[in-house]
Nanobody, 120 residues
Framework: QVQLVESGGGLVQPGGSLRLSCAAS????????MGWYRQAPGKQRELVAP???????NYADSVKGRITISRDNAKNTVDLLMNSLKPEDTAVYYC??????????????WGQGTQVTVSS
């Protein structure tokens, strides 16, 4: 069994910063990729940024230049540093991981979600 545990959400004023963290634990052979999605009220879940084991990233246009994703492969953790936050960044942020459990099996896992609210 694999678990993803997120932390770091909260309330922040426009222009502020937050760091989200996610740690994966369990019977993990490898994870590629890890990343973050978000879902705002009344909207579909959207991909914010994935990151591969090699460090390759791909940011959503809406967050480019403001958000940085990073990971620690040895610890199976992924962080999302968010700067210059805007009200439209308000959403529940979900960590995800494409996990290789063994040589023959891969599975996607999700965190429970952490609320980010950008408001004055």
């Amino acid at each position: 069994q694999v678990q993803l545990v997120e932390s770091g959400g909260g309330l922040v004023q426009p222009g502020g910063s937050l760091r989200l963290s996610c740690a994966a634990s369990g019977s993990i052979f490898s994870i590629n990729p890890m990343g973050w999605y978000r879902q705002a009220p009344g909207k579909q879940r959207e991909l914010v940024a994935p990151i591969t084991t090699g460090g390759s990233t791909n940011y959503a246009d809406s967050v480019k230049g403001r958000i940085t994703i990073s990971r620690d492969n040895a610890k199976n953790t992924v962080d999302l540093l968010m700067n210059s936050l805007k009200p439209e960044d308000t959403a529940v942020y979900y960590c995800y991981a494409h996990v290789r459990l063994n040589l023959f099996t891969t599975r996607d896992y999700w965190g429970q979600g952490t609320q980010v609210t950008v408001s004055s």
